[in-house]
């Protein structure tokens, strides 16, 4: 695939097969991901993988955090305090498709409880990777750095015929993130993203999101 048509086919996978990545193809998506650029080359990013049995603990934790109505305390605000109502549009324009597109009911609360459920089990993706950056790097600046690297890695993914599904929501336990991940506790956990092999047959991987025209977003100027 080139570029561009990698960029175009990517979308969130949220069903996998269990097929094994080898570790010269892990390797060769974080080199990837690595070419990045950064503000004078800082490269702020710190990168976990998590697989087998590290992986399995960590979906078991997060599962019965979440069983047990764990409440969310994230190390970092990701939206503004007032959400701009054109965003707030297309995220609830987002929830009604993704819900009719899987034949949930808006009344089925359990449902909806399962969906959401989902999230903290990674999709149940055999590989997990977790982005994280310095706790004493935190500003506007060094997220945005941090954004290119975990874009380049989505498109490295993508491009070796493998999907992922980008999650904030996954940042929702950072105590049991650093419990599982040793030598920690000076990161900000930033983002995790759970990849694999697209299950061939899965009904959810066939929906996809819209996009903006570019007329509203963008323009020249001459």
Known sequence: MDTIETIYNRKSI????????????????????????????????????????????????????????????????????????????????????IFAHKGIRRDDT????????????????????????????????????CGLFFQNLMIAIAAEGLGSCPQFSAMSYPDILHSHIPASSDLTFIAALPFGKPFAESSVNKFTTEREPIEKFFRIVD
């Open 110 to 145: 359990e449902k909806r409880r399962q969906h959401d459920r989902e999230n903290f089990s990674f999709f149940g993706a055999p590989y997990l990777f977790i982005l994280a950056m310095e706790k004493n790097g935190y500003a506007f600046g060094t997220f945005f750095d």
């Open 14 to 97: 949220r069903e996998y097969a269990n097929d094994e990545v080898s570790d010269e193809t892990l390797l060769r998506i974080v080199e990837a991901a690595a070419r990045a650029p950064s503000s004078k080359n800082s490269q702020p990013w710190r990168l976990f993988l998590l697989r087998g049995r590290a992986l399995e603990a960590l979906r078991s934790d997060y599962l019965n955090g979440f069983d047990q109505g764990k409440k969310p305390s994230f190390e970092y605000v990701y939206n503004p305090e007032r959400v701009p109502e054109s965003y707030k549009a297309r995220a609830i324009a987002l929830g009604r498709a």
